[in-house]
């Protein structure tokens, strides 16, 4: 299976030099990449060629590719030639300078790896197994684009008023049941 392994947003020095995007085949055996496409966020996209050697890495320069890589809340999509996304791999806020966005293996079969993918920051490792900082985590399998806190909005804000309110409501109903003299106020009981 062919899949994003490492991309470089924000090199050191310039941009159109230094970005990149890298491909895995994990399988044994060669992989033709005819029909396959690679896309930005920004709905910008590359076909693929080729072939990708089995246990392979293909290393996808910008200067190639025409892809630019936005230093701040970016997406990288792998798509098959049916349109089906098959693989992406993204980030929210900011990624340091010099640093890549790292897929790391997180269990032997090859279902975890690509069902479950956690990417961390690193230095950059292109053809090579990566190398994460382990402290880095940017992304850990939550929903693609959507912000971990995402603006309330009017329904949001409703949603969490109404839970306040709930609690509140049952909150002061104990209280007043508590109370010998608020209970036979507001309930006619001793």
Do not use: C
């Amino acid at each position: 299976m062919v899949y994003i392994n490492e991309w470089l947003a924000n090199p050191k020095g310039a941009d159109a030099a230094g970005e990149w995007i890298e491909l895995f085949n994990s399988s044994p055996v060669a992989v033709d990449l005819s029909g396959l496409r690679v896309q930005t966020k920004n709905g910008k996209q590359f076909a693929l060629s080729g072939t990708i050697h089995g246990n392979g890495y293909l290393v996808l320069p910008r200067s190639a590719t025409k892809l630019t890589l936005r230093n701040n809340d970016e997406a990288v999509l792998l798509y098959n030639a049916e349109g089906r996304l098959i693989d992406q791999s993204h980030f929210l806020g900011e990624v340091p300078e010099g640093k890549s966005v790292n897929r790391v293996m997180v269990g032997d079969e090859e279902k975890i790896r690509i069902s479950n993918p956690v990417f961390r920051l690193g230095e950059p490792t292109p053809g090579t197994f990566n190398k994460p900082e382990e402290l880095a985590l940017i992304s850990d399998s939550y929903v693609p684009n959507i912000p971990l806190h995402p603006p309330l909005g009017i329904l949001g804000f409703a949603e969490v008023l109404l839970g306040s309110s709930v609690a509140l409501t049952a909150l002061i109903l104990y209280a007043t049941k508590q109370s010998d003299t608020l209970s036979y106020l507001f309930f006619g009981r001793d």
